[in-house]
Structures are given as C-alpha cells and as structure tokens.
Nanobody, 126 residues
Framework: QLQLVESGGGLVQPGGSLTLSCAASGFTLDYYRIGWFRQAPGKEREGVSSISSRASGPNYAGSVRGRFTISIDNAKNTVYLQMNSLKPEDTAIYYC???????????????????WGQGTQVTVSP
C-alpha cells in the first residue's frame, strides 16, 4: 500500500525557516515524481513544487521560487521541502502526493496527483 506521511510543520516567525519531510512507504521513490502542495483556510489547494530522482529537474511555483528548495533522499525514501524567508502568506497545511503516471512532470495541478498524505500545518506569524 502506497503511503506518504508529512512532518516538520510548526510555528515560525516571518523571515524564518522550516524543513518539511514527506516519508514514503510501500513503494520506492526512485520511480515516482512527488509533489508538495499547500492549502490555506478558505483557499484552493496550490501546487508548490515537485521532484523526481530519475527524470527531469525540480519545478517550483512562482510564489516560492528562490525561497523554497525541494530535495530527495532515496536512501531514506523521503522528499524534503526546505522553506526559507517565510512569509505570513505561506501559512497553510502542506501536503505531499504522487504524480499520476500519465501526467506531465511539469504539472502542479492537484488533480494530476494521487495518494495524498495527511498534511502538516505551517504557521508563519510574529
């Protein structure tokens, strides 16, 4: 059974940093592309970044490019999202999910992803 578990969320001041983890079980990350998404209260879920260890590079939403860095550790079967220069508008629940096989690696549309984790809360506030 494919499963993703997010962790690492918390409360941080504006300008601070957090690193989120997305641990995979039941499958090997080598063969999949993993995406990070976020959903703020009252807003639609938004694609943040995605990565694959086998094909193509990482991609980022414009709102986080230059501040967030996605990485993958195949030995630990885990994807990370390093978030720097955090802003109050980054406050959201952050989720990871698997890109469906027949979808473009460029996609950050949540409909193109499956097997969602339970999410981890990130709050950026003074």
């Amino acid at each position: 059974q494919l499963q993703l578990v997010e962790s690492g969320g918390g409360l941080v001041q504006p300008g601070g940093s957090l690193t989120l983890s997305c641990a995979a079980s039941g499958f090997t990350l080598d063969y999949y592309r993993i995406g990070w998404f976020r959903q703020a209260p009252g807003k639609e879920r938004e694609g943040v970044s995605s990565i694959s260890s086998r094909a193509s590079g990482p991609n980022y939403a414009g709102s986080v490019r230059g501040r967030f860095t996605i990485s993958i550790d195949n030995a630990k079967n885990t994807v990370y999202l390093q978030m720097n220069s955090l802003k109050p508008e980054d406050t959201a629940i952050y989720y990871c999910a698997i890109l469906r096989r027949d979808r473009s690696w460029l996609s950050l549309k949540d409909a193109d992803y499956t097997d969602w984790g339970q999410g981890t809360q990130v709050t950026v506030s003074p």
